[in-house]
């Protein structure tokens, strides 16, 4: 697999895997601005901005709009998170060029109608609701209000329902322009297209962008919450439980390793010591799971499980007696081969189809692995040790530390 | 346009053939990456089981990784993670599925681990009482924490009555309960045989290639007359509108939901059960389609509205339709509007040009479908798991092409009716 790197005129830089097999073109875009960097206020502007988008530009209203999308069979998405804004286009080869300009129109010319937008609005308060009775989501909000505070990563993506009342198509305008710009943006496509065709249409789609983004950086986010336990009360049979605390960033020389501890610990559900302990001897939960997550600034070890309310308590203290064991003990060398050989030898996995090389690619860009990172990366994987491994769980994991949301009547006696 | 753009070589590709022993073997060659999909399939699933059973099959599916006396002691998924690959298993109505996505050269490795476990399972009562807690859990986190699927479990009983398929998959709580390791290994010894099975391989590997490895690895197991399933009782008509409603303290807003007693593939055949599946995607797929048009975007209704149909089972399938009712907008004036929409389209017809865009969207996901080797074995495995071959599944693009509107319509009047239909309501449970 060959990644071409292409520079338009205005300074886009774009990867490139070119493959003429399927007539299909799989386009990644990212712009490094989310819903943290969202006007005080408006939590949710980034997120309904990514909703508006394809409700119409230029001259074309939201309903025409959607109509030419479905009538090339252009898949055409936008997203927020609290990063990343992006936008993903599938398409067939013989739908690029209107796929391109439709996203050009998008990102330059959209309308915000009234109509398109009260829609657009009404449907994110029902999703708000309808939150309300999602324990993963009740949790998962309640643990990074309490992670972070103050700081723009403790609020939700979606924003409240208060917040989402707010948002204006002017507001929507202000954000994008300083959002959306041409040094902040990040480019991968895959697929049927010649390097030269796709310089023309990215120049096409993208020169109109302004040249600089303006928006305010987030500062670095301290964890807030070391050692809290919260329950929230809510009438079902299972109690949904969030734990995590700080974690260790991207670039931190330690990651790889402590991805390696983290895969060991509860990487899967199927082979991990969490899924052994809860799961396979236990059955005290259909899924349970420990994961790293690196945001831009803060860094998280988190994780989850859902077990019967008479249990909460016992499948909880098993969560810490592991996070206290991995600390203490690191691993074997037999659970060290274990896990090399399978995020060795499962990585082409990742590969196997050009939608999933644009996702693959897409991430490398946006961690700045940089674009020889696929040849590195199993050796990466392979020069950790047993030491590695443990200096990484001394460094990384503390049970005392973890702060624990609970959604669910749970019985927690016995808990520590 | 797109006629041609059908990658021809890829579909030329899929080929089939029966082992000795009976099994079906489907290789999907595709070259792009040294990766396999494998894939066996059984043609059992939780309309098979037994009465007072229901789960078993689900169960056995969690069970079949305790272990054989060559791999013991759940060291199967260790195994397969150990050589890089990445694997499950999942149940349905009709079929119960086991896969591994790994490199090519692990693809003989998995072959002889899957045929290991095909007639050698072992349990034993230290593996059945955590595991019925793991599926306890699965149906807690699934159903009993979703008031939608509990709404569903019930609007699914009013559909089929007695027939199978009113039953959840995953199985009732209360017999989940009682379920043991005989359950399991009778059902198991009646079904897991390779006459009742498929092998199915998605990737990196020529047809002559794998049926070498078929036969090696699965041409050993002998067949067993008795592992072919019963016929099923016919599913009754409904023969009156039915409601059901849900009420759930956990509700935040009511939603809409009604089901249309179908056909499938199987029980009516490709050209028939296809017209249904144009007829739900005119009328609810997408932000395009007539549901969305109407309720959300021109009468403000709604904010969510759309239609889909479940078309791939052996026996007869459903169509269903959704909607969420936008803030302060009834209950009986959000069915209102649905009704008309309904109405419409069973007096009117469809329009040339929505048949179109179905077709044309059809014929893209087809091509879409071909980045995807995973997907490809699915859809060939659960064609076959629900008593569709092959040859018809490569048909299916040409009879998409010769769907008529007339075909569209007469589907269209014969199952959207209200006395073929169960309507369903989730509704927060009313105040004290």
Same mark, same amino acid.
């Given at each position: 697999?060959?990644?071409?790197?292409?520079? =338009?005129?205005?300074?886009?830089?774009?990867?490139?895997?070119?493959?003429?097999?399927?007539?299909?073109?799989?386009?990644?875009?990212?712009?490094?601005?989310?819903?943290?960097?969202?006007?005080?206020?408006?939590?949710?502007?980034?997120?309904?901005?990514?909703?508006?988008?394809?409700?119409?530009?230029?001259?074309?209203?939201?309903?025409?709009?959607?109509?030419?999308?479905?009538?090339?069979?252009?898949?055409?998405?936008?997203?927020?998170?609290? /990063?990343?804004?992006?936008?993903?286009?599938?398409?067939?080869?013989?739908?690029?060029?209107?796929?391109?300009?439709?996203?050009?129109?998008?990102?330059?010319?959209?309308?915000?109608?009234?109509?398109?937008?009260?829609?657009?609005?009404?449907?994110?308060?029902?999703?708000?609701?309808?939150?309300?009775?999602?324990?993963?989501?009740?949790?998962?909000? +309640?643990?990074? +209000?309490?992670?972070?505070?103050?700081?723009?990563?403790?609020?939700?993506?979606?924003?409240?329902?208060?917040?989402?009342?707010?948002?204006?198509?002017?507001? #929507?305008?202000?954000?994008?322009?300083?959002?959306?710009?041409?040094? $902040?943006?990040?480019?991968?496509?895959?697929? /049927?297209? =010649?390097?030269?065709?796709?310089?023309?249409?990215?120049?096409?789609?993208?020169?109109?962008?302004?040249?600089?983004?303006?928006?305010? =950086?987030?500062?670095?986010?301290?964890?807030? +919450?070391?050692?809290?336990?919260?329950?929230?009360?809510?009438? $079902?049979? &299972?109690?949904?439980?969030?734990?995590?605390?700080?974690?260790? =960033?991207?670039?931190?020389? /330690?990651?790889?390793?402590?991805?390696?501890? $983290?895969?060991?610990?509860?990487?899967?559900? #199927?082979?991990?010591?969490?899924?052994?302990?809860?799961?396979?001897?236990?059955?005290?939960?259909?899924?349970?799971?420990?994961?790293?997550?690196?945001?831009?600034?803060?860094? #998280?070890?988190?994780?989850?499980?859902?077990?019967?309310?008479?249990?909460?308590?016992?499948?909880?203290?098993?969560?810490?007696?592991?996070?206290?064991?991995?600390?203490?003990?690191?691993?074997?060398?037999?659970?060290?081969?274990?896990?090399?050989?399978?995020?060795?030898?499962?990585?082409?996995?990742?590969?196997?189809?050009?939608?999933?090389?644009?996702?693959?690619?897409?991430?490398? &860009?946006?961690?700045?692995?940089?674009?020889?990172?696929?040849?590195?990366?199993?050796?990466?994987?392979?020069?950790?040790?047993?030491? /590695?491994?443990?200096?990484?769980? &001394?460094?990384?994991?503390?049970?005392?530390?973890?702060?624990?949301?609970?959604?669910?009547?749970?019985?927690?006696?016995?808990?520590? | 346009?797109?006629?041609?753009?059908?990658?021809?070589?890829?579909?030329?590709?899929?080929? %089939?053939?029966?082992?000795?022993?009976?099994?079906?073997?489907?290789?999907?060659?595709?070259?792009?990456?040294?990766?396999?999909?494998?894939?066996?399939?059984?043609?059992?699933?939780?309309?098979?089981?037994?009465?007072?059973?229901?789960?078993?099959?689900?169960?056995?599916?969690?069970?079949?990784?305790?272990?054989?006396?060559?791999?013991p002691g759940g060291e199967f998924s260790h195994i397969v993670a150990r050589n890089g690959g990445k694997g499950n298993a999942f149940t349905s109505y009709d079929y119960t599925a086991y896969f591994q996505r790994v490199a090519k050269e692990q693809l003989p490795l998995m072959m002889e681990m899957e045929a290991d476990r095909m007639t050698n399972l072992k349990l034993s009562l230290e593996d059945i009482i955590p595991e019925r807690g793991v599926v306890l859990e699965e149906r807690r986190t699934r159903v009993e924490s979703q008031p939608?699927?509990?709404?569903?479990?019930?609007?699914?009983?009013?559909? !089929?009555?007695?027939? *199978?398929?009113?039953?959840?998959?995953?199985?009732?709580?209360?017999?989940?309960?009682?379920?043991?390791?005989?359950?399991?290994?009778?059902?198991?010894?009646?079904?897991?045989?390779?006459?009742?099975?498929?092998?199915?391989?998605?990737?990196?590997?020529?047809?002559?290639?794998?049926?070498?490895?078929?036969?090696?690895?699965?041409?050993?197991?002998?067949?067993?007359?008795?592992?072919?399933?019963?016929?099923?009782?016919?599913?009754?008509?409904?023969?009156? *509108?039915?409601?059901?409603?849900?009420?759930?303290?956990?509700?935040?807003?009511?939603?809409?939901?009604?089901?249309?007693?179908?056909?499938?593939?199987?029980?009516?055949?490709?050209?028939?059960?296809?017209?249904?599946?144009?007829?739900?995607?005119?009328?609810?797929?997408?932000?395009?389609?007539?549901? !969305?048009?109407?309720?959300?975007?021109?009468?403000?209704?709604?904010? %969510?509205?759309?239609?889909?149909?479940?078309?791939?089972?052996?026996?007869?399938?459903?169509?269903?339709?959704?909607?969420?009712?936008?803030?302060?907008?009834?209950?009986?004036?959000?069915?209102?509007?649905?009704?008309?929409?309904?109405?419409?389209?069973?007096?009117?017809?469809?329009?040339?040009?929505?048949?179109?865009?179905?077709?044309?969207?059809?014929?893209?996901?087809?091509?879409?479908?071909?980045?995807?080797?995973?997907?490809?074995?699915?859809?060939?495995?659960?064609?076959?798991?629900?008593?569709?071959?092959?040859?018809?599944?490569?048909?299916?693009?040409?009879?998409?092409? %010769?769907?008529?509107?007339?075909?569209?319509?007469?589907?269209?009047?014969?199952?959207?009716?209200?006395?073929?239909?169960?309507?369903?309501?989730?509704?927060?449970?009313?105040?004290?």
């Amino acid at each position: 697999m060959e990644i071409q790197r292409i520079a =338009t005129p205005s300074g886009i830089e774009a990867w490139l895997v070119e493959d003429h097999r399927l007539p299909i073109v799989f386009v990644e875009i990212f712009w490094r601005a989310g819903s943290s960097s969202e006007t005080d206020g408006l939590d949710g502007l980034a997120y309904m901005l990514s909703g508006m988008l394809d409700e119409g530009a230029g001259d074309i209203d939201s309903e025409a709009f959607q109509k030419r999308l479905a009538d090339l069979n252009i898949d055409l998405e936008f997203n927020a998170s609290k /990063d990343f804004f992006s936008a993903r286009i599938k398409t067939l080869e013989e739908n690029l060029d209107e796929a391109i300009e439709l996203l050009a129109l998008a990102l330059t010319r959209p309308r915000f109608d009234e109509e398109a937008l009260e829609r657009v609005r009404a449907q994110i308060l029902a999703s708000l609701k309808q939150s309300l009775q999602n324990p993963e989501i009740i949790a998962s909000r +309640a643990w990074f +209000a309490a992670a972070f505070a103050d700081h723009p990563y403790a609020r939700t993506t979606r924003g409240t329902a208060e917040t989402v009342q707010a948002i204006q198509a002017d507001d #929507l305008r202000d954000w994008m322009s300083r959002a959306l710009a041409r040094d $902040n943006i990040g480019v991968t496509v895959v697929g /049927d297209v =010649t390097p030269e065709r796709l310089e023309q249409l990215l120049e096409k789609a993208l020169a109109g962008l302004p040249q600089k983004a303006k928006v305010a =950086t987030p500062e670095a986010a301290a964890f807030q +919450a070391p050692g809290h336990v919260e329950v929230i009360e809510y009438p $079902n049979p &299972q109690s949904l439980i969030q734990f995590g605390h700080d974690g260790i =960033t991207r670039d931190d020389p /330690d990651f790889i390793a402590a991805y390696v501890m $983290n895969h060991v610990l509860g990487g899967s559900v #199927l082979v991990s010591r969490l899924g052994e302990e809860v799961r396979e001897k236990r059955g005290l939960a259909y899924s349970v799971y420990s994961y790293l997550y690196p945001l831009d600034h803060a860094s #998280l070890f988190a994780g989850s499980l859902a077990t019967e309310n008479a249990r909460a308590g016992e499948a909880l203290k098993q969560v810490r007696l592991e996070l206290a064991r991995m600390q203490k003990e690191g691993v074997s060398q037999k659970e060290l081969d274990d896990a090399k050989a399978y995020l060795v030898g499962s990585y082409p996995l990742r590969f196997d189809s050009n939608e999933k090389i644009a996702l693959q690619l897409s991430y490398i &860009q946006r961690e700045e692995l940089g674009i020889d990172y696929i040849d590195r990366r199993n050796a990466l994987i392979e020069s950790v040790t047993r030491d /590695d491994v443990f200096r990484a769980a &001394q460094r990384l994991l503390d049970p005392e530390k973890l702060l624990v949301v609970i959604v669910g009547e749970p019985e927690l006696s016995g808990a520590p | 346009m797109l006629e041609t753009a059908v990658p021809v070589q890829a579909q030329e590709g899929v080929e %089939s053939f029966t082992l000795d022993n009976g099994m079906e073997v489907i290789v999907i060659p595709d070259h792009r990456a040294p990766v396999v999909t494998h894939m066996v399939w059984y043609r059992v699933g939780s309309a098979e089981e037994p009465a007072g059973k229901s789960g078993i099959a689900h169960f056995l599916e969690h069970l079949m990784f305790k272990g054989t006396e060559k791999v013991p002691g759940g060291e199967f998924s260790h195994i397969v993670a150990r050589n890089g690959g990445k694997g499950n298993a999942f149940t349905s109505y009709d079929y119960t599925a086991y896969f591994q996505r790994v490199a090519k050269e692990q693809l003989p490795l998995m072959m002889e681990m899957e045929a290991d476990r095909m007639t050698n399972l072992k349990l034993s009562l230290e593996d059945i009482i955590p595991e019925r807690g793991v599926v306890l859990e699965e149906r807690r986190t699934r159903v009993e924490s979703q008031p939608l699927a509990l709404l569903g479990e019930k609007m699914t009983v009013a559909l !089929y009555g007695e027939h *199978p398929y009113g039953r959840p998959i995953i199985g009732w709580r209360d017999e989940i309960e009682t379920l043991d390791d005989g359950d399991a290994l009778q059902f198991y010894r009646r079904f897991y045989a390779p006459n009742n099975a498929a092998l199915v391989v998605a990737g990196d590997i020529e047809p002559d290639e794998l049926l070498e490895l078929a036969k090696a690895y699965y041409g050993g197991i002998k067949p067993n007359k008795q592992a072919v399933r019963d016929k099923r009782p016919e599913i009754s008509e409904i023969g009156e *509108p039915v409601r059901v409603a849900h009420e759930d303290e956990r509700a935040q807003q009511p939603v809409f939901q009604r089901l249309y007693l179908a056909q499938s593939y199987h029980s009516a055949g490709l050209e028939p059960a296809t017209a249904i599946d144009m007829l739900a995607e005119i009328l609810g797929a997408g932000t395009t389609s007539r549901l !969305y048009r109407a309720l959300v975007v021109e009468q403000k209704v709604a904010v %969510s509205a759309g239609a889909w149909a479940t078309t791939d089972l052996l026996d007869r399938g459903r169509i269903g339709i959704y909607a969420i009712p936008r803030e302060g907008v009834k209950p009986e004036t959000l069915e209102a509007a649905i009704d008309a929409v309904v109405a419409e389209l069973v007096d009117k017809g469809v329009e040339d040009e929505e048949m179109e865009r179905v077709r044309r969207g059809y014929l893209a996901d087809l091509i879409y479908g071909w980045d995807d080797q995973q997907q490809q074995a699915y859809v060939f495995g659960a064609s076959w798991g629900s008593g569709i071959l092959p040859r018809d599944v490569l048909r299916w693009p040409e009879v998409v092409r %010769s769907t008529t509107r007339a075909q569209v319509v007469s589907s269209a009047r014969e199952y959207l009716r209200a006395e073929n239909s169960v309507t369903g309501w989730l509704l927060p449970a009313s105040q004290p």
